[in-house]
């Protein structure tokens, strides 16, 4: 197992404690005036040079946050926000304005470098080994929208993508390039009315990306945004809008740091994912915001709303998610299952640590015929942290012929911390089957004494363990996010054992 | 003298597909049949549909058994009719103990045959004199219907039933499968002790091994959905020596 | 609501602290009003909706009610028992089996302990851990019940059997009862609602306190049968002691709304803990079983099946949470929630919870949905067997399994017949 023990290499390396993406950039921004007006929605909505559509659709949310109230349905538990305490909008200062990558303020770019992440067009997964201890595929490629705080910085491979005909590009771009597609899609899967948190995002939305996938194209390389927060006591509201049309095929995947700070930081984010006719959309996530230290001081409230609407026949949108990151973590992948024979998935490793709180789920809606959909999460709850599982699975009546399967496993390691499992099942018509299984339980003693008397140290033999607990789901990442995702899995346990 | 079973240019789908192309079978008192080919030829489709299993649409053809549309009839009327499927994978009911389970199914046989229920104690002779003919302990019948039973058992709960329920034609689908020698003997030996004048069976299978035991008065081979040959038993040791493949084509 | 509790003040035993209890309960039921989705407890089963108001309380039985409830307990299946019974929410003593009660068994009205002393023991009869708006209602509320204990040590040959007769129409009846096994004792306690000839849309409301001693084993069986058109809410509080075990069965095939809400708490090391529950609903039947099972202790052992068979239009609810408290160490909960769906109109609900505070626990739920399986039937009716009778065997069997876990031979064969009544009225 090489991997492994490349992951225990790396735990070795790093001092307990160390959040390895906690570096701060120091860069000039320009920042909105702290606080929430319909003042602070007009500010970002012009240093975006939106048209009026949007700055309306962005105060009628606004108008609406106003009247509604923050959720306590979640097991977390965390200090009242304040939320004319934040920023809303940061963005790093420009010189000039940015016509190509080498203009970006070079400090933003050895962010990025550090954070290993492929901005320039370079194979930066040489000698990546899988899982397997197979070499990677020749120069795996990778188009990448890079976000620092709220405003997209870089994004590449641009021309080749416009060859194929699928757009690619931060979504203040698209506003402006493509309104007719936003205006079409915007706010079609979670409308600005959802929940307090998507609300808003809707108003203070500052960038995100923008996916468009033309009919019968599978896009020719995997679609990449990572975001960082850098800014001191600057929310992050990005909003993604992906859509396939009939056909098409795309695989995209989200990474997220941010620097270790003392105060808490919020991120509330929207992603919008449309499935039309025979189409896929492969959405994947390698969450790792900074959880606080070890004695649960800082960390990102991590509210966000994700759904995808599987709106045509026979399409299908999955969900891949690795959350090791955040203080606090609200969030559920859902998929509105419209379309006739449409499917969704939702694959889920959540890891929580120290003092974080995982509440994070999905939602299966099954609205059409023959419609399938299939959960599998695996929570792992460390330290003194708490890790819900909440999910629903319904079928409504005209659903004729749904089926789910869920399995939901939670393993435990320490006796201070907590696991939950909350599934709510609802089968409105005697055609849908649904299966349900759930277990929680900790690392068998004997596995870990059989692994010890073979040499591993007790921390390298619980590695080993929870790789394996999480391997489904490991499975379902692309190689290169796969690998990452192991190293992180093994970090994040760190000094769990005792 | 009318046949017993007459299939006739019988067309079969299965969602989308088509599975039997026109088949032809007759079959008359007495006569023990062998229907033989390769996986995929519809041999256990035409189990299905003459016992009427949900989920093949018989496009064209009919079944006529004793003269009557067989195809018109709910499965429990045929059984009743005197139909007898042995499965090829008997399924497994918890919870519903065999005994209770033969007396409801053959009471419910009797009833719509407008015959009189078996009384208790009749019933229970009946059943452990065929129990033990079979060598099927006592102790299986209050299990629930095939829980926990071996392939050899299961076989032998479905010859049971056949003994118990006295039907004209009995069709055992692919009973060899998943039996060793010693349990393929008794089954056959049940089998065999069930042929009379009166009762027809067809016997599905792969292989003609299964041949030896329960001789049969006509094999038929099945590929591709359709009889593409008939003789007597010498044509099954024939297809043992070479094979399915010279019918492929005929197809 | 206010006047609810003015109009039947009169008519609620017990002065002093008992009566100080029950208006403060009463203030907590205003407060909360009846439950509804939004109360994540009660968001299947929203009694705004499904019940809108509760009715007044049902009159005292006169000689008539109380002839009508003669000749429903005459028809009662369960025979050999001690019965102690209850008409619209008062303990009727002539009808009860007093007489031949077992040597170590006690039994008193509750109406009887609350008039006898207003003192804080009397008041805290009224009183339990749990916090709910309908368990505040019945505290207020309670005209009567029964306050049962069994000595310790005792072996009890035949089950007590509690009977709630409904006679009033348009009416709410409230009872509390208490029932206490000692240490070491065994004992078996049946529980029915039944409705009288022209007994309609009443509303029934029973709490029972139930307390398992170390080393005691109960064994429970409920059968809720009330009218088509009548409301069954009922909480139940059990606490297992040390080394006891608690078996209990729930069958609900009557009422148009039901609910059994129990809290039961694994309190003392090594108990064991069983509960089958089953569902049979058809036409608009809504029926909820709401289990909140806490694993306080180490070294404990709960399992709990549900299964639920909704026909029609009907709704079936099963919420089960296994709670395993941070020093519970070695826990063994399972739950697993079956659901049987006849109809395309039938709706099931199902919410099985872990919530778990422990790391060395076997801990797990399965629950599945779906309609009979296609291959069972086919076979069946390959045997000759009709439809409606191959359906009927196997939801037979389905429910069998669940009322096998009723050790008495004559209480099994009771359950199994009342089982075999709904599905009879089904084919």
Redesign the interface.
């Known amino acids: 197992m090489p991997a492994v023990q490349e992951t225990v290499d790396r735990v070795r390396r790093i001092d307990v404690d160390q959040y390895r993406y906690g570096f701060e950039t120091l860069i000039e921004s320009d920042k909105a005036p702290k606080g929430l007006s319909e003042d602070t929605v007009r500010f970002i909505s012009a240093k975006k040079n939106e048209p009026a559509w949007m700055l309306e659709w962005r105060l009628e949310a606004f108008r609406r946050w106003l009247t509604m109230t923050e959720p306590t349905w979640a097991r977390v538990d965390y200090p009242k926000i304040d939320y004319q305490d934040l920023y809303y909008y940061a963005a790093p200062k420009p010189k000039k304005q940015v016509a190509s990558l080498d203009e970006i303020d070079p400090e933003i770019l050895k962010t990025y470098e550090k954070l290993g992440i492929p901005l320039r067009e370079v194979a930066v997964l040489e000698g990546v080994v899988s899982p397997d201890g197979e070499a990677a595929p020749e120069r795996s490629r990778i188009a990448v929208d890079a976000v620092f705080d709220s405003v997209s910085v870089a994004t590449t491979f641009k021309a080749e993508l416009k060859k194929a005909g699928v757009i690619f590009m931060p979504i203040s771009e698209a506003i402006r390039e493509h309104p007719e597609l936003v205006k079409k899609y915007l706010g079609s899967v979670v409308p600005t009315s959802d929940n307090f948190f998507a609300t808003l995002n809707s108003a203070v939305f500052s960038d995100g990306s923008f996916v468009y996938v033309p009919e019968g194209v599978r896009c020719p390389m995997e679609l990449s945004t990572y975001f960082r927060i850098n800014e001191r006591n600057t929310g992050q509201f990005e909003r993604t809008l992906i859509i396939a049309d009939k056909g098409s095929y795309v695989s995209y995947l989200e990474g997220c740091t941010a620097p270790q700070r003392d105060e808490n930081q919020l991120h509330a984010a929207v992603v919008e994912l449309v499935a039309l006719d025979d189409a896929e959309i492969k959405y994947s996530t390698v969450q790792n915001w900074y959880p606080g230290n070890s004695e649960g001081k800082g960390g990102i409230y991590n509210f966000v709303t994700k759904r995808g609407d599987c709106r045509g026949r026979n399409s299908k949108i999955s969900w891949t998610q690795v959350e090791t990151g955040s203080a606090i973590t609200w969030k559920y992948p859902s998929c509105i299952l419209r379309g006739d024979n449409s499917r969704g998935e939702f694959y889920s490793i959540a890891i929580s640590n120290g003092f974080q709180q995982v509440d994070s789920g999905t939602k299966m809606l099954h609205l059409g015929k023959n419609t399938t959909s299939r959960i599998i999460s695996k929570g792992i709850a460390a330290g003194r942290s708490q890790n819900t599982y909440r999910g629903l699975v319904t079928a409504h009546r005209k659903a004729t012929g749904a089926r789910n399967f869920t399995a939901c496993d939670s393993l435990l390691i320490g006796d201070k911390c907590g696991a939950h499992t909350v599934p709510y099942i609802e089968a409105k018509n005697a055609s849908a089957t649904f299966e349900h299984e759930a277990t929680t339980s900790k690392i068998s003693e004997d596995v870990l004494f059989y692994c010890v008397q073979r040499g591993l140290s007790q921390e390298e033999a619980v590695g080993l363990v929870v790789n394996g607990f999480v391997k489904d789901v490991l499975q379902q990442l692309p190689m290169e996010f796969a690998v990452e995702a192991q190293k992180l899995i093994s970090i994040s346990l760190e000094g769990s054992v005792g | 003298m009318m046949a017993l079973l007459e299939v006739k240019d019988l067309q079969v789908r299965v969602e989308d597909r088509e599975i039997l192309h026109g088949l032809t079978l007759t079959v008359n008192q007495g006569e023990v049949h062998a229907i033989m080919g390769p996986n995929g030829s519809g041999k256990s489709t035409l189990s299905h549909v003459i ?4 989920g093949y649409e018989v496009t064209g053809g009919e079944i006529l058994f004793k003269g009557e549309d067989l195809l018109a009839m ?3 009327e ?3 009719k005197g139909v ?2 042995a ?1 090829q994978y ?2 497994e ?4 103990a065999t005994m209770n ?1 033969l007396r ?3 009471n ?2 009797r009833k ?1 045959r407008g015959e009189s229920e078996f009384s208790t104690p009749d019933f229970l002779r009946k059943v452990r004199e065929v129990a033990k003919s079979l060598n099927i302990p006592q102790d299986m019948l209050k299990r ?1 219907v095939n829980v926990g039973f071996s392939g050899g058992e299961k076989k032998r709960n479905e010859i049971l ?1 056949m003994a118990l ?1 006295e039907p004209s034609l009995c069709i055992l689908d692919e009973m060899d499968s998943g039996l060793d020698i010693d349990a393929l003997r008794i089954a056959a030996d049940g089998v065999n002790a069930l042929r009379s004048p009166e009762r027809a069976m067809v016997v599905i299978t792969h292989y003609q091994r299964l041949l030896n035991y329960i001789v049969p008065d006509f094999v038929h081979v099945m590929s591709r959905g359709r009889v593409v040959k008939s003789g007597d038993k010498e044509l099954a040791l024939a297809l043992e020596a070479s094979g399915y493949a010279q019918f492929e084509d005929a197809a | 609501m206010s006047n609810l509790f003015a109009a039947a003040r009169d008519r609620l035993p017990g002065k002093g602290k008992v009566a100080d209890t029950r208006q403060q309960a009463f203030e907590a039921f205003e407060r909360a009003g009846l439950p509804h989705r939004r109360i994540e407890e009660w968001k299947y089963t929203d009694l705004r909706a499904l019940m809108r108001e509760v009715k007044g309380l049902a009159p005292r039985p006169d000689t008539t009610a109380l002839a009508r409830a003669k000749a429903a307990l005459a028809r009662l299946a369960i025979r050999d028992a001690a019965r102690l019974v209850l008409v619209d929410g008062i303990f009727v003593p002539e009808f009860s089996d007093l007489a031949g009660l077992e040597a170590g068994v006690s039994v008193q009205a509750l109406r009887e302990v609350l008039e006898d002393a207003g003192s804080q023991a009397a008041a805290d009869l009224l009183t339990v851990s749990a916090t709910d708006a309908m368990i505040s209602l019945n505290a207020a509320m309670a005209t009567d019940g029964v306050v049962v204990g069994i000595a310790d040590g005792a072996a009890l040959a035949r089950p007590l059997h509690i009977v709630h007769v409904a006679t009033a129409g348009s009416a709410s009846s409230f009872t509390r009862s208490q029932f206490t096994v000692g240490k070491g004792a065994r004992a078996t306690l049946v529980e029915s609602f039944v409705a009288a000839d022209g007994a309609r849309a009443y509303q029934a409301n029973d709490a029972l306190v139930i307390t398992v001693g170390d080393g005691a084993e109960l064994s429970q069986v409920r059968l809720v049968a009330d009218a088509d058109d009548a409301i069954n809410i009922t909480s139940q509080i059990l606490s297992v002691g040390a080394k006891a075990k608690l078996n209990l069965v729930n069958m609900t095939s009557g009422g148009a709304v039901s609910r059994l809400q129990g809290f039961i708490t694994l309190a003392g090391q090594g108990s064991e803990l069983a509960v089958n529950g089953v569902n049979l609903l058809k036409g608009t039947q809504h029926g909820d079983t709401t289990l909140v099972v806490d694993h306080a202790v180490p070294n404990c052992t709960s399992r709990e099946v549900f299964r639920a068979v909704v026909d029609d239009r009907a709704h079936s609810v099963f919420q089960g949470r296994i709670i395993v408290r941070p020093d519970a160490q070695k826990t063994d909960g399972k739950m697993m929630t079956r659901a049987l769906l006849l109809s395309d109109e039938a709706e099931a609900d199902n919410k099985p919870e872990l919530e778990i505070f422990a790391d060395d626990v076997s801990c797990g739920h399965g629950a599945t949905s779906g309609a009979l399986d296609d291959d069972l039937l086919f076979y069946l009716r390959a045997r000759g067997l009709p439809e409606k009778a191959a359906q009927a065997l196997l939801i037979q069997a389905f429910v069998g399994e669940a009322i096998e876990a009723i050790a008495d031979d004559g209480l099994r064969e009771a359950v199994m017949a009342a089982a075999e009544n709904w599905l009879e009225a089904r084919v």
């Open positions: 016992a009427g299993k949900p709910a499965p429990d045929r059984a009743a007898f499927l499965f008997p399924v009911i918890a919870g519903v389970f409801t199914a053959l419910a046989q719509a629930g039933q329920f």
